[in-house]
């Protein structure tokens, strides 16, 4: 039978893990976080979701480096909490979670794209938009029909764009930095009120910036493929971590003393208008078509990582058998990816960005993101003396931060995404629930009898 190869590179898996970090996210949600946090205050939401990424980054790196399989979470979950009984149902709960939120991330990142090709086709109206991007669904997916070798070579190249992009935004921001735009009052206008309103305004912020850092993980989900995976694993994901972080703080900054921030927390084209103001017209098209590479280069790596987590669960028993299967000469999901590129195609026709990505980012949070983090620390506790190729730094601090702001977030999260997320969770679990009684697994397996 063939199987996956472990044919990914330190390299290969940091350039997987920062093109899907970046993809369309932050150029999308930069001016609602400057909306919502009135001005140069928006840096904040960018260094809690930089705090959050390293914290959560520390569980996912121990994870990843212990159990370096396919599916990631899923492999994850049934471990910490125990393979035949809750750590079952939190794995089912995941898988059934990922299949309707993976193909939102994806169907978020070619809703994004449309938007941002008006500015060079802005004749382009609601239905050419659904068009373009449902196509780009299929034109990712056929880029992704080969080996994971091939794919690793790809994705250096991607990551190239997106580096190389991103430091001419902060080169050419700093060289034409005026800080009277943004930064007239000074230290000032960067320090929290500490109101009511500022909290709400750095919830619903955080939200938005936690999407664009979302990714670092993307690795545990190639945990089958990648070489030497207890120490690569949580290398890449803090490389990938600090190297965006920075990147993104950078960027906020060079756009805010560029733009007035009342204006930019208006524009739909913050990249565009961006070059635009300081090179003129040209300069901006040129920008606004590496913005859309970007935004290809991150759908890739997006639908890469999630085709994993269907096979993972289908080749464990605990999904469709037909999930399970490999491409018979080129050893990758195909079914797997197929499915997830089929339903991803279809949301992409249905829903709006700002839905997409509030309901991303929240309906996660409880079983994926908390689930871990409070499971990690219980296995810590019940197993003292195991061995663990990757310990964070400061344990437990980092898995507790992780849950604070976790917490935070899910309770400034708008209530209707609130209630979205709980609904998912319980139709989830009462599926276990009538799969596991049809098939006698737990709770409903019968009790065993001890011989005397």
């Excluded at 089912?92 to 991330?105: G, K, N």
């Excluded at 096979?311 to 490999?326: H, P, Q, V």
Aim: proline letters at 4%; a positive charge.
């Amino acid at each position: 039978m063939s199987k996956l190869v472990r044919g990914l590179s330190l390299g290969q898996s940091v350039a997987i893990n920062m093109i899907d970090m970046v993809g369309i996210g932050p150029f999308v949600t930069m001016p609602f976080v400057i909306g919502a946090m009135s001005g140069p205050k928006s840096i904040i939401a960018w260094l809690l979701g930089a705090l959050l990424a390293f914290a959560d980054g520390a569980v996912w790196a121990e994870l990843g480096a212990k159990w370096p399989e396919a599916g990631g979470s899923y492999a994850f979950l049934q471990n910490l909490y125990g393979r035949q009984k809750w750590g079952r149902m939190m794995a089912f709960l995941y898988v059934w979670q990922t299949s309707i939120q993976a193909p939102l991330v994806i169907a978020s990142g070619a809703i994004g794209f449309a938007q941002y090709l008006t500015y060079l086709i802005p004749s382009l109206g609601p239905i050419e938009q659904k068009a373009v991007s449902g196509g780009l669904v299929i034109l990712i997916t056929v880029l992704l029909y080969r080996r994971i070798s091939d794919i690793g070579k790809i994705s250096v190249v991607m990551g190239m764009i997106v580096i190389g992009t991103i430091l001419w935004l902060i080169a050419s921001g700093f060289s034409h930095f005026d800080p009277s735009l943004s930064f007239a009052g000074g230290a000032k206008d960067l320090m929290p009120d500490l109101s009511p309103l500022f909290f709400f305004g750095l919830g619903q912020a955080t939200l938005k910036t936690v999407y664009s850092y979302l990714g670092y993980y993307n690795v545990c989900h190639l945990g089958g493929e990648i070489k030497e995976p207890e120490i690569n694993i949580s290398r890449s994901i803090f490389i990938s971590i600090a190297g965006i972080a920075i990147l993104y703080l950078s960027m906020h900054t060079a756009v805010l003393g560029t733009i007035p921030w009342q204006e930019a927390k208006d524009s739909k084209f913050i990249v565009s208008l961006f070059f635009e103001r300081i090179y003129g017209h040209t300069a901006a098209l040129v920008a606004t078509v590496l913005v859309l590479l970007i935004a290809v280069s991150s759908l890739f790596a997006v639908m890469l990582g999630y085709s994993r987590v269907p096979y993972a669960a289908a080749t464990d028993g605990n999904f469709f058998s037909i999930f399970s299967r490999l491409h018979p000469t080129k050893n990758f999901p195909y079914v797997s990816l197929l499915v997830l590129a089929g339903v991803a195609f279809v949301f992409s026709l249905l829903f709006r960005l700002g839905e997409v990505i509030s309901a991303i980012v929240t309906m996660r949070i409880i079983i994926q993101f908390v689930g871990q983090a409070v499971g990690l620390l219980l296995y810590h506790a019940r197993m003292k003396d195991e061995k663990f190729p990757y310990r964070m730094l400061l344990y437990p601090i980092p898995a507790l931060i992780a849950l604070v702001v976790w917490g935070f977030i899910f309770c400034y999260a708008d209530i209707e995404f609130i209630i979205g997320a709980l609904g998912v969770i319980a139709t989830g679990a009462l599926l276990y629930l009538i799969k596991a009684n049809i098939s006698h697994e737990w709770p409903f397996a019968p009790a065993k009898t001890g011989s005397k």
